[in-house]
């Protein structure tokens, strides 16, 4: 891990967006689906998964295997995450509105909830039973009639039991052993058997991706997520084994993952660097965390904290932990960030399970422009316009002259005729 000047710190963007030839594969596949459906889900599945997948749909069955599969320590920990993350996203509820004006206009908004969501869920170096909760419970507290689920089978056909408990715990009925851009393209148009979403969310491999890209537009999607990515903040008051331990708990994640304290202090700095390598080795991740840290993660040393908050809004980072004296001071000094985190005792792992937050942040800087994934993110809105026919008459004429401006005239008629109607009859 480098020690390098804040001002030379920088978070490359680390997205997997994949070479021209692998988006032209994805853009085979997802056209294959598009034409062939379920014929084509199950020659991809052979071909990448190398598995033969006779039912798609997971079956009432082997979810009673799943449950046999885990410990009731785990199913409880899943309920009580699940109660945090349903509670806190209950408060981010909008509903619509209306109003009347005096002339008898009534102007508003109706929020109205997605009618099916798909959501990917991963099946590669771990189970992520965090990521179905994260993402199915905010869409269901806004409404979303249906959630679904697609992952991708293991080499025996079947699906972590951890990962269909927790959709069984959130309240999901069908959940599809499809993986990889061929089930991005499933929910994207549909099939004989999985069907047609509104909106995609869940994180993935570059080819999952890469075939979000390319059916935004058909479909809505979250986010073109990167490698997972911290930033600390620390002076002396911090602990270092405290602070090596929340670096290490993303730089474990994916080798691409970032990893970086801002630190104005040098004995910090130092103290942390051997806790990294101390605790690093212990770690059953190790060689995932060792490569995190050698090549996406880095120590700075800052003037004071100030340059370090200056320097955490530049990179706008996913995680944002300030682990300082008077944490709360800072506060508003902080201007990008997808998830932040105040003091000693509340490290970035409390947000990935259980303090509430979806922990689906925007990565690679995007917190610059984007937001956690919310409630909102579920619902669409609905201008609603009832004019009188006082505004008709007060306002029409300004209609007309912007109209006639831009050269649509038929917009301009559409207002005469009305008040030509009101000089007729008066």
Known sequence: MSIVKADELDIRRREETGSPEEERMVREVIRHVQHKGDTALAAYT?????????????????????????????????????????????????TSWMETETDGTVLGQLVLPLERVGVYVPGGRAAYPSTVLMTVIPAQVAGVEEVVITTPPQADGKIDATTLVAAREAGVERIFKVGGAQAIAALAFGTETIPRVDKICGPGNRYVTLAKRL???????DMIAGPSEIVVIADDSADAAWVAADLLSQ??????????????????????????????????????????????????????????????NRLAPEHLQLMVEDPWSWVGQVRHAGALFLGHWSPEALGDYV????????????????????????????????????????????????????????????????????????
């Open 46 to 94: 052979r071909r990448f998964d190398k598995v033969e997948v006779t039912e798609t749909l997971v079956s009432a069955v082997e979810m009673e295997d799943a449950y046999q599969q885990v410990e009731p320590a785990f199913i409880n920990a899943l309920q009580t995450a699940a109660a945090k993350i349903r509670a806190y996203h209950e408060r981010q509820k909008r």
């Open 215 to 221: 059916v935004y537009g058909q479909v809505d999607i």
């Open 251 to 312: 730089a474990e994640h994916d080798p691409m993952a970032s990893a970086v304290l801002l630190t104005p202090s040098q004995t910090l700095a130092a103290a942390v660097t051997r806790e990294l390598i101390s605790q690093c080795e212990r770690l059953p991740r190790r060689e995932i965390a060792a490569q995190s840290l050698r090549e996406h993660g880095a120590i700075a040393i800052t003037v004071d904290v100030a340059e370090a908050v200056a320097t955490a």
């Open 355 to 426: 303090a509430g937050p979806s922990h689906v942040l925007p990565t690679n800087g995007t917190a610059r422009f984007s937001s956690p994934l919310g409630v909102d993110d579920f619902t669409k809105k609905t201008s609603l316009i009832a004019a009188s026919r006082d505004m008709i008459q007060r306002d029409g004429q300004t209609v007309v002259t912007l109209a006639e401006a831009e050269g649509l005239s038929a917009h301009a008629a559409s207002i005469r005729v009305r008040l030509e109607k009101e000089d007729t009859h008066g």
